[in-house]
């Protein structure tokens, strides 16, 4: 089994440049309403704009975007990650930073859609 998480957006196109800058990931769709965002070949995931098609789970845009979710995600080059998001002007909320509890260091930003996102380097990167 695999996570695909999809979020739901007001601008498909200009959230998954958002992600693709942040993340070093490639649309895998494209389009105003959905995109799949991937990396290495694996999907890591969906962008579906709020009022496209008719899905009546997927949340309502007046409420609090993204209240008690994280979006994580995990990579070996913690270093590169945080130049891009630097290269990327990103909103960053907690800056890179050891958690000595997870064994590894993390960054904390918040997309252009409000959603909170943390980019974790690999398991023992600490101390360094």
């Known amino acids: ?5 999809l979020i739901a957006v007001s601008d498909v196109e200009a959230s998954s440049r ?4 942040v ?5 895998g769709h ?18 579906h704009r709020w009022d496209a098609h008719h899905h009546p789970h997927i949340g309502k845009p007046d409420v609090a ?18 130049d891009r998001i630097a290269s990327a002007k990103a909103t960053v ?9 997870a064994q590894h260091r993390e960054i904390w930003l ?4 409000g959603y909170v996102v943390v980019i974790a ?5 600490v101390g360094m």
């Open 30 to 47: 494209g389009g105003p309403d959905y995109d799949q965002l991937m990396f290495e070949g694996h999907m890591i995931l969906q962008l």
């Open 121 to 125: 380097g690999p398991y023992g990167d």
């Open 93 to 101: 909320l907690e800056e890179p930073h050891e958690n000595r509890n």
């Open 65 to 82: 975007i993204g209240n008690g979710a994280l979006l994580w995600f995990w990579t070996d080059d913690f270093d590169d990650a945080v």
């Open 23 to 27: 993340l070093g990931c490639k649309s």
């Open 18 to 21: 958002w992600y693709q800058n």
């Open 1 to 5: 089994m695999q996570a695909q998480p």
């Open 110 to 113: 918040r997309d252009p859609e």
